[in-house]
Structures are given as C-alpha cells and as structure tokens.
C-alpha cells in the first residue's frame, strides 16, 4: 500500500506539471510595439475564446468595412434645403412612379453633394486645371495652333523691343495666314528662322519693320516669302546677296529687278518667277509662296532637285494661270484645293513622282472652260495618275523617268 501510495502521488505530480507546461504554450506569442503600433494592431482571438468573443470581432470587422467620411465637408441641411426640389409622384399608388421619384431624389442629393464639394477652395483648383487639361487634349492639332498664336503672340512687342523680336512677331502672323504653325519658330535651322535672320544680321537688316503695319506691308511680306522659298528649295545667289553692306529697298520696283523675277509695269506686283532649269536646286516649296498673292506665271520645271508636296496653301494663289512643276521629283497626291485656282489656264504635272487620282474640283476647272491644257502620267495600261482623256486631262503621258513605265 505504501509503494502504491508514492506512485499515485508522483503521477499526480507529473500531470500537474505537464498540464502546466501545456497551458504555457497555449499563452499567445507577445510582441512588443510602441504605443502608435500597438494602436493599429487589431486584436486576434485566441482559441480559448468563447463564442461572444468571436461575436465582437465580427462585429469589429462589419464596422472596419465601412468607408471613411470624405476629406470634404458634407453639404448641411439648409444647403440641401436651398437646392431646387424635384417636383414629388409620391402617393400617388404606381410604384414604377415612386421608384423614379425616389431616384431622382437621390440623384438631386448627389448633385448638391458635388456642387458643395467643388465650391470647396482644394476642389476648385483641381476643376481648373482639369478644365485647362481637358481643352488642350481635345483640340486639334490646327486649333492649338491657332489657339497658340491668339493668346501668345497676338500682342505686337512694345516699343522698347528688339528688331528680333519685332521680326519675329512679324514673320509668325504672317506664316500664320498661310497656315503655318508656331513650331518652325521654336529655334532651330527652318527657313522661317534663317529668312528671320536675313532681317536681323544679314543683307536684310536695314529694312524697317513696323509690328502695326508689317502683316500688310508689301515690301517685308514678298522679302520674307522670296527668302523662305530660298532656303526651302536652296536657291542661292540670286536674291538679296550683296557684299555685306545690307540690302537698300525702299520701294517694290528695287525687288522687281531681282533675278528670274518679273512685276507688273504699273503696280510693281511680284507676277511672275521663272525658276525653272536652276542648278543646285534641291527642296520643297513652301507654303509661304503663296503670300504673292498677285503671281500670275510659277514657272518650277525641269528641277529634279525638287521635291516634297504640292502646298495646299496654293489655293491662295487665286491669280495664278499657268502652273508648271513637270519634270520635278514632287510627289505624293494632287490637293483638291487646287480647285479654287479659278483663273488657272495651264497645269503642268507630267514626269513627277504625283500619283493618284485627278480631284474632280480640277477637272471641274476643265468643264468650265478655263483650264485649257492638263499635262499628267495618265498612259498606259497602269497609268500613275488617273485622269480622264480628254474630257479632264488633254495630254496623258506614259513614260515616266522615275517609274520607267511607258
């Protein structure tokens, strides 16, 4: 009895101290935060929690889902009140109508919800810069242009500004009415840039620039077309070169003495360029050739040097009869615009990179009767251009120097 007394006891014992040690590890892992952690950290149950426990932490996590209030103040109850009411179809039995009614009393309340947060100083610097966002990204890449030129540089320089500046601000508005943009002025090497330098530092510089008479001043307009086609098509040596001693015009009769340039006995208008057969001419035509607006003969042949696009910019040219660019490495299609060229009486296209379709506003001119002769590529059994023989295209040629096609 008494050995089995002592082991009873010592069994006891040892249970005790194993149902001690396996309650320790039961005890929760304890880490220590500071006072901020320690206030962020949610409170895990242990898995000697009772059901009501499990319950108020459920109930933690239903009231933890709910969304925070908005940074913005809500709008009261007299500015809700102040808003117009939406005239009420309750009570009237129709359900369908009740839930409309009650939508739109929600879609009042969200409303002045939102007009109370844009008057709100934070939300109204944001809707101005949206709005300058929005503006800038939906307009077109013409309308930003012009948009540009009307806020940026619609004011002349002041009387105190450079002749740079005064030049520059000339040559833009100028460029402008031919629809060109501001992004040939932005620096660089352009010919709208180096003919701005001929005005300021070179043979050009002692000719006076008026910024409230320049856009119609006959004299800086046909100087500044005549020097962009220069550099555009690299004419050299014909217009405007001198020794350094800068170039004296005081009169459009001075101009009409240039090289391959030819005026109006009595007006002195720019009516005639005979550019044709010129060495070293290697380009495109710029929209600024048509600023002479009194040019009646454009004379570009026999230029392979020549090349680029037909500018619709030439549809200005309304004066202009006779239009030679054959034998040239001008391409791509034929502008539509060309169409208002009512007072054209030939036009030469044939041996040129042109391909496509005559536009039917230019066969038009030929149905009409004032355009008397249409040269184009328009032989063979794939002919480059399409044209109608004879009643659009009077001459259809079919070799073509560039294609080899007959």
Known sequence: KRHTYKRRKSCNRMDKENIAQDQSLRQPLLIHFSEEESSDVKSVPSETSDGNDIKMDEEDIEQDQVPDEPLLPRPSEEEVSDETSLPSEAGNGNDEANTITNGMDS????????????????????????????????????????????????KPPSPTSTRLERVTFCASHISASVGVGDEPFNGGDSPQVKAIDWFVAGPGRPIPINVNTCPNDE???????????KFSANIINIWGEDDGGGVEISSMSQICHWNRIACDEHDNHITRLHLSDLDGMKGTIPAEIALL????HLEMYDNPGLVGNLPPAFSKLTNL??????HTSIGGTIPSSLGALVNLEELFMEDTKLKGSIPDEICSLRKNGTLKLLHADCKGEKPVMMCTFPSCCTNCYGHNSFTGEE
């Open 107 to 154: 879609i009042t309340e969200v409303m002045t919800h939102v007009m109370h947060i844009i008057n709100h100083p934070s939300a109204k610097k944001m809707l101005t810069a949206l709005t300058i966002f929005v503006g800038s990204f939906f307009a077109t890449e013409g309308a930003r242009d012009e948009w540009k030129r009307n806020n940026s540089s619609s």
């Open 293 to 296: 607006s009194q040019l009646v």
């Open 219 to 229: 004299i800086f307009t046909n100087l500044y077309s005549l020097q962009i086609l």
């Open 321 to 326: 009869e006779y239009l030679y660019v054959h």
